[in-house]
């Protein structure tokens, strides 16, 4: 059994800032790549950021520059420090995690969500 719980999104004005979390727990051989997406009002889920498990980084280019994806591999979570937030940033964040079990392979996991809103 894998969890992936997201935590840290409300509400801010526009310029302000906001951490968000995602932690992954069970049955957990390792994790290799993960990332942030975001879905907002009648738009298609994008890819805001992504992570290797060796550090390297990849971001949407709306956000590059104002966010930051980070990991802690010793905890099993991955961060998204958002910074500069814009009205267009406001959406639903998802956190997803590839996922090597012993006996299955690698899997892709999401976290339910967590709401992220910008206001004006």
Known sequence: QVQVVES???LVQAGGSLRLSCAVSGSIYTIRGMGWYRQAPGKQRELVAVITSGG?????????GRFTISRDNAKNTVYLQMNSLKSED???????????????????????????????
Not at 56 to 64: L, M
Not at 101 to 113: C, E, L, N, S, Y
């Open 90 to 120: 406001t959406a639903v964040y998802y956190c997803n995690a590839n996922i090597l079990q012993i006996g299955v392979g690698i899997t892709g996991a999401w976290g339910q969500g967590t709401q992220v809103t910008v206001s004006s």
């Open 56 to 64: 390297d980084t990849n971001y949407a280019s709306s956000v590059k």
């Open 8 to 10: 840290g999104g409300g």
